[in-house]
């Protein structure tokens, strides 16, 4: 199995590790090493995503897994450019199970950051406000299918908490 390409960012990302990853491979102990090889064939398939239309019939995403490891790096960045560091939480706040949920976990993994999961069958707007008062989150990271009325109530409770 090839090596995967290092780790190239257009800013200095923090790994979980706290070091900095600043444009150079990923190296190390082991745990490095198992994420490497999960992602060293490129061209291999990672992901299939579906998602049902009203219409009732599906939308198909597929990933390789080169294709994920660069949506990883691009979340990576997206993280650090809102000024995360290691061991700060976001929420995750998806209206249902979505790829971009993934694409974050992988991107926490590679800034050392922590995704909180925001349930979007269960969680009301007090739950929601709870989980980013106790977790003491950064970000909120959502997409077009959560609730708005929840953010716009997240929004009112905590105006400090940027949400992207």
Not at 23 to 41: C, M, N, P, R, V
Not at 86 to 105: I, Q, T, Y
Not at 118 to 134: C, G, I, R, Y
């Amino acid at each position: 199995m090839a090596a995967p390409k290092p780790l190239i960012l257009s800013e200095p990302v923090w790994g979980p590790t706290g070091c900095l990853l600043d444009g150079s491979a990923i190296t190390g102990d082991g745990f490095w090493d198992a994420y490497q090889a999960a992602f060293a064939d490129a061209a291999a398939p990672f992901l299939t995503w579906y998602e049902p239309l009203p219409d009732k019939t599906l939308r198909r995403l597929s990933f390789t897994r080169g294709e994920f490891w660069r949506l990883g790096q691009q979340a990576a960045t997206v993280l650090r450019r809102h000024g995360l560091k290691p061991g700060e939480v976001f929420l995750n706040a998806f209206g249902g199970n979505r790829w971009e949920d993934l694409a974050f976990r992988l991107g926490a993994v590679l800034t050392g950051t922590v995704p909180a999961t925001v349930n979007w069958q269960a969680d009301d707007l007090e739950k929601l406000t709870f989980k980013a008062s106790a977790t003491q989150a950064k970000l909120v990271l959502t997409e077009a299918s959560y609730d708005s009325s929840l953010l716009a109530g997240l929004r009112a409770a905590a105006p400090q908490l940027p949400i992207y």
